[in-house]
T-cell receptor, first 112, second 114 residues
Framework: GEDVEQSLFLSVREGDSSVINCTYTDSSSTYLYWYKQEPGAGLQLLTYIFSNMDMKQDQRLTVLLNKKDKHLSLRIADTQTGDSAIYFCAESIEDSSYKLIFGSGTRLLVRP | NAGVTQTPKFQVLKTGQSMTLQCAQDMNHNSMYWYRQDPGMGLRLIYYSASEGTTDKGEVPNGYNVSRLNKREFSLRLESAAPSQTSVYFC?????????????FGSGTRLTVV
């Protein structure tokens, strides 16, 4: 079945790196995504990675994909207080139609 | 600004009442979606519309109906609200159902059923 799992909470100090982890079960995933949700707002796409890639870097964000272990991570370098939010991992499933399956979200708290 | 607009932002209903959540996008997207977000459960797909004129059930469709009124608008209706439908509802859209760019989300409707 389709399942995406994340840890619920992460706390880091401002200036440190944050690593948010995600595991998924469906090996037919084509793309994997990271979304950010700030309080009272909808989800905002941060970055995505093709399932045939190992790594993608975009400024302070680094996405690592271990397809063998079905493990995805998001590293935020030099974490700032503005990075405090809920981060969702999502995978696209090649079913009868494509749809996104979301994890439960990781709440990142950045301490000054 | 272009994007996905949801109304209302907040709503309180009594058990058994009905209401329609509205969603509109002005990005000329073909596909639209309704999700609900509950604590610790992430987002779960209620219904989606791959293109104008089509709708399909998602993971948790029971108690809901949808209408793809035109390309821009996709509404979600609760015919007889129940406390279990207390949640935050998000509408989203995408260029089409195969887009690699992900979805654009509205800011959500917080619904409480008492």
């Amino acid at each position: 079945g389709e399942d995406v799992e994340q840890s619920l909470f992460l706390s880091v100090r401002e200036g440190d790196s944050s690593v948010i982890n995600c595991t998924y079960t469906d090996s037919s995933s084509t793309y994997l995504y990271w979304y950010k949700q700030e309080p009272g707002a909808g989800l905002q796409l941060l970055t995505y990675i093709f399932s045939n890639m190992d790594m993608k870097q975009d400024q302070r964000l680094t996405v690592l994909l271990n397809k063998k272990d079905k493990h995805l991570s998001l590293r935020i370098a030099d974490t700032q207080t503005g990075d405090s939010a809920i981060y969702f991992c999502a995978e696209s499933i090649e079913d009868s139609s494509y749809k996104l399956i979301f994890g439960s979200g990781t709440r990142l708290l950045v301490r000054p | 600004n272009a994007g996905v607009t949801q109304t209302p932002k907040f709503q309180v209903l009594k058990t058994g009442q009905s209401m329609t959540l509205q969603c509109a996008q002005d990005m000329n997207h073909n596909s639209m979606y309704w999700y609900r977000q509950d604590p610790g459960m992430g987002l779960r797909l209620i219904y989606y519309s791959a293109s104008e004129g089509t709708t399909d059930k998602g993971e948790v469709p029971n108690g809901y109906n949808v209408s793809r009124l035109n390309k821009r608008e996709f509404s979600l209706r609760l015919e007889s609200a129940a406390p279990s439908q207390t949640s935050v509802y998000f509408c989203a859209s995408s260029v089409d159902e195969t887009t690699l760019e992900g979805y654009t989300f509205g800011s959500g409707t917080r619904l409480t059923v008492v």
